[in-house]
């Protein structure tokens, strides 16, 4: 089985950046990664899925709303995700999830019904 365990949420003013990491572990994730990425949701509201990257390519692939403020990494090494945000706005604050798609296809997907595996989240507040 996998795990994927978040960091890096807080409370930051308006304009500032944060950097969350997501880090996997469990013994088949290095053989059946295919994509991972990072999504939020806020009650009420529906899970919007933000950035996701190509675990051996590399590609990435953002929605419109964060394309240009946040960048998604990795770092095989460490079995890490990150999301680098910057010139956050208090319209982001949410519990910021991370996830993992086992199923092949070429280019990483933004659509969170592709997602096999889903992390707790961190929450992030950004205050105005």
């Known amino acids: 089985q996998v795990q994927l365990v978040e960091s890096g949420g807080g409370l930051v003013q308006a304009g500032g950046s944060l950097r969350l990491s997501c880090a996997a572990s469990?013994?088949?994730?290095?053989?059946?990664?295919?994509?991972m990425g990072w999504s939020r949701q806020t009650p009420g509201k529906e899970r919007e899925f933000l950035a996701a990257i190509s675990w051996s390519s590399g590609r990435t692939a953002y929605s419109d709303s964060v394309k240009g403020r946040f960048t998604i990494s990795k770092d095989t090494a460490r079995n890490t995700v990150y999301l680098q945000m910057n010139s956050l706005k208090p319209e982001d604050t949410a519990l910021y999830s991370c996830?993992?798609?086992?199923?092949?296809?070429?280019?990483?997907?933004?659509?969170?019904?592709?997602?096999?595996?889903w992390g707790q989240g961190t929450q992030v507040t950004v205050s105005s």
């Open positions: 469990g013994r088949t994730f290095d053989f059946y990664a295919i994509h």
């Open positions: 996830a993992l798609d086992v199923h092949y296809t070429p280019l990483p997907t933004t659509a969170a019904s592709e997602y096999d595996f």
